[in-house]
T-cell receptor, first 112, second 114 residues
Framework: DAKTTQPNSMESNEEEPVHLPCNHS???????IHWYRQLPSQGPEYVIH???SNVNNRMASLAIAEDRKSSTLILHRATLRDAAVYYC?????????????FGGGTRVLVKP | NAGVMQNPRHLVRRRGQEARLRCSPM?????VYWYRQLPEEGLKFMVY????????ESGMPKERFSAEFPKEGPSILRIQQVVRGDSAAYFC????????????FGPGTRLLVL
């Protein structure tokens, strides 16, 4: 399975944007890029996913590099509630089972 | 629409006892996944089930662990003869179908083995 590399942690001030990078240099053409986050003492929750084009939803934006070897999750205005561990996960399009392989993720700290 | 439900939320067992963890997927979801999260670590996939079928159990320990998802009722993760190393948070997720479908996670069951 293709691996992802993320920084261990990032800090942000409340109301400011947060850019979370993810490197996936061994990504294959059929891998989708998914982001999940895990708030303290909770189960993970889906954030966003994409294949080649940038994606936006109510939670975040996903910017995917043209060569797809990296991507960036953008939280436009961080709130205290966004403090969580963010995971970047690659899933092949025809995966049998769609099991999620979680790496270490990036722990985001939001300062008031 | 209720989310994924797991019970119990907390479970304490002594070494050698059995632990049964239950997961009710979201309404309309027929795919269930179990993950384990050891303290201060990321989640690790254990098993993927559809109704009455185990599809992928590549992440399950070979001994003492079993999982089922019967035609009726919740999915069950069963750990026999628990040991201290089994202490972890166990999360269940469900999806409508596999391959790019969002997985919805439950709140987890925190198992503590004394």
């Amino acid at each position: 399975d293709a691996k992802t590399t993320q920084p261990n942690s990032m800090e942000s001030n409340e109301e400011e944007p947060v850019h979370l990078p993810c490197n996936h240099s061994t990504i294959s053409g059929t891998d989708y890029i998914h982001w999940y986050r895990q708030l303290p003492s909770q189960g993970p929750e889906y954030v966003i996913h994409g294949l080649t084009s940038n994606v936006n939803n109510r939670m975040a934006s996903l910017a995917i590099a043209e060569d797809r070897k990296s991507s960036t999750l953008i939280l436009h205005r961080a709130t205290l509630r966004d403090a969580a561990v963010y995971y970047c996960i690659l899933i092949p399009v025809a995966a049998a089972g769609n099991k999620l392989t979680f790496g270490g993720g990036t722990r985001v700290l939001v300062k008031p | 629409n209720a989310g994924v439900m797991q019970n119990p939320r907390h479970l304490v067992r002594r070494r050698g006892q059995e632990a049964r963890l239950r997961c009710s997927p979201m309404k309309g979801h027929s795919h269930v996944y179990w993950y384990r999260q050891l303290p201060e670590e990321g989640l690790k996939f254990m098993v993927y089930l559809q109704k009455e079928n185990i599809i992928d159990e590549s992440g399950m320990p070979k001994e003492r662990f079993s999982a089922e998802f019967p035609k009726e009722g919740p999915s069950i993760l069963r750990i026999q003869q628990v040991v201290r190393g089994d202490s972890a948070a166990y999360f269940c997720a469900s999806s409508v179908r596999f391959s790019q479908e969002t997985q919805y996670f439950g709140p987890g069951t925190r198992l503590l083995v004394l």
